[in-house]
């Protein structure tokens, strides 16, 4: 048994539990099952750490050559992402809806054929190094140390593809909260949410929080697709996916910020674009595959 794919089980587990409790917590309210859910929450980032750090381990490389091993990396990210947010905010109750949606993304990565799961060998076009950092550390003869130009743009990519993921859930709650308050009908369970203002914010802040990362994730891309491929673009299905989610998420931001877009026009665009997000990691993946297929 691969080691990765046991704390695998063991992180789809904890996810579970961590959204059963927040669910817990939005229905009762009780202060003791919000501090389990957190808790359940730190060790499934815990536990989907292990699962990268032992993948890396087993393949020799990042966890980032298949599906499989870049849809953890999307779960601990907006893991990691929530976790952030709720330290900063307090709102416990949002929890129910963001864990769900990692406990789904974990659902979906364990319901994948095996050969997405497997230890793959990468592939020879994403062994590039980031040759600039090597030419500067090589004075200290710490060339060893230089950082893959993919392994940067795979992160970043995926800390705003987390963000957007955060955003969504929000904008769903937002939808939510609205209805019934431009009704001014009182709906108990939604009342554990913030105000539908609070909840059009954050979901903004986590637009613009993700927005500048996918945008160093497109460029960095793009240098390391001149030094594997001999050119920066190609309109590749997922570099075309990736610019289009980028213009959305970027005429969301130029709306609110010029044009004073909040509230339902602006939770549209918010969701808009994380259709954008699946499409352009799952749609493209299977429907329209090319230089980035094994992604």
Do not use: C
């Not at 048994?1 to 579970?16: A, D, G, H, R």
């Not at 109750?93 to 799961?117: C, E, F, Q």
């Amino acid at each position: 048994m691969i080691l990765s794919l046991v704390f695998f089980t063991f992180s789809f587990i904890f996810y579970i539990l961590a959204t059963t409790a927040y669910a817990g917590y939005w229905v009762f309210r009780k202060k003791w099952i919000g501090q389990i859910a957190t808790a359940l929450a730190f060790i499934a980032l815990g536990s989907t750490t292990m699962v990268l750090i032992s993948r890396a381990g087993e393949a020799g490389h990042g966890p980032f050559s298949n599906l499989w091993e870049s849809m953890v990396l999307f779960v601990w990210a907006t893991n990691a992402g929530y976790l952030m947010m709720e330290y900063r905010y307090k709102f416990k109750a949002i929890g129910t809806v963001v864990m769900s949606i990692m406990t789904l993304a974990m659902l979906a990565a364990s319901l994948l054929p095996y050969r997405y799961k497997d230890v793959t060998p990468l592939n020879p076009a994403l062994q590039s190094k980031w040759k600039w950092m090597t030419s500067l550390l090589s004075k200290w003869d710490l060339q060893n140390y230089a950082i893959g130009w993919l392994d940067f743009h795979v992160v970043t990519t995926f800390i705003g593809y987390a963000a957007f993921a955060i955003s969504f859930g929000l904008a769903i709650l937002y939808l939510l909260k609205n209805r019934y308050e431009a009704r001014q009908q009182q709906v108990k369970l939604l009342d554990a949410f913030p105000d539908s203002k609070v909840l059009d914010e954050m979901s903004y802040r986590a637009v613009a929080w993700g927005f500048p990362f996918l945008a160093v994730g497109i460029v960095s891309g793009a240098i390391w697709a001149n030094y594997a491929w001999g050119g920066y673009w190609s309109w590749d299905p997922k570099e075309t996916w990736s610019l289009i989610t980028w213009f959305i998420y970027a005429a969301y931001l130029h709306a609110r910020v010029t044009r004073g877009w909040r509230g339902k026009r602006a939770a549209y665009l918010s969701i808009l674009g994380f259709a954008a997000v699946i499409f352009l990691y799952w749609g493209v993946s299977f429907i329209l595959p090319g230089l980035h297929a094994y992604a």
